[in-house]
């Protein structure tokens, strides 16, 4: 047979002349690999054996993300969104954020401390100019920021109704967004919602409360696995992420699947 008959005959079949030729086909490539950065506090932050069951939601978020988009958790306990930047943590995510990569940014819980100069911001001036920090230097990058209000504390009032613990810092972290278009996963009031639904005393089991100690600001693995399944959800709501890069959103997730490392020497 000649090379053209065969070339004919391939070509009927619906193979490509090229790849007849070449006798190897390349697989079309799948979606790339893509990390979302954590910039944040002690609420997403990664805890460590000597912490245990303390737990951020951002140990909990890659279990309810598919294995291609990877988490940079770059949260660090007591930082606000003044003091993340003045020690140099943002310039470190900055210096490998990547176009296409995603950098979520969740604070205020520390930009509250009036009494702490080197953390307190003001909701419409300052923790506003530090948050455009992060907004501008993402975009510089070709990533895209993301930003999500601060997770509620476990407040109750003697009526046993969620109260809101973060004064103006959420509404001013909405008009941002707003004036900056960019994506806004509005965690307060999810998370307030979600504690006023579980109530006083179920919301116990979702934070740090154990015998030494009554934690109403960070979460054991339930509670860690319950504000990341939030995350996800609004990340998927805000079009931020696609329904190919998200799982797991309805199932539950065992709490062994949580880990505490030892700590870096």
């Known amino acids: 047979m000649s090379l053209t008959r065969r070339h004919v ?16 086909a390349q697989a079309s490539p799948g979606p790339r690999s893509r990390t979302l950065y954590i910039a944040g506090d002690s609420t997403a932050a990664q805890k460590y054996a000597d912490a245990a ?18 988490v940079a958790n770059h949260a660090v306990n007591g930082r606000s969104s003044k003091s993340f930047v003045d020690e140099g943590r943002l310039e470190v995510i900055l210096s490998s954020i990547r176009p296409g990569d995603l950098l979520i940014v969740q604070f205020a819980h ?38 999500a209000t601060a997770v509620e504390w476990r407040r109750f009032d003697a009526d046993g109704r969620a109260v809101p613990s973060h004064g103006e810092y959420p509404a001013a972290m909405r008009a941002l967004a ?9 965690i307060q009031a999810l ?29 054991n693995p339930p509670g860690a696995i319950a504000v990341a399944r939030l995350l996800a959800r609004e990340l998927l709501r805000t079009r931020v992420l696609a329904p190919r890069d998200v799982r797991r959103l309805d199932e539950e ?5 949580i880990t505490w490392p030892e700590a870096a020497a």
């Open 9 to 24: 005959s391939l070509a009927g079949l619906g193979i490509p002349l090229a790849l007849a030729m070449t006798g190897t």
């Open 53 to 70: 069951p303390e737990t951020g939601w951002g140990m909990a978020l890659p279990f309810l993300l598919q294995r291609r988009m990877k």
């Open 110 to 147: 520390n930009d509250e401390k009036a009494t702490d100069p080197s953390r307190y911001t003001e909701p419409w001036t300052t923790y506003q100019e530090y948050l455009r920090r992060y907004v501008e230097g993402a975009r510089a990058r070709g990533a895209r920021p993301v930003l």
């Open 178 to 186: 707003e004036e900056e278009q960019v994506a806004l996963l509005d």
């Open 191 to 219: 998370s307030l919602a979600l504690w006023q639904e579980l109530g006083a005393e179920e919301t116990k089991t979702y934070f740090n409360w154990t015998a030494a100690e009554q934690d109403n600001t960070h979460f």
């Open 253 to 257: 997730i065992p709490q062994s699947w």
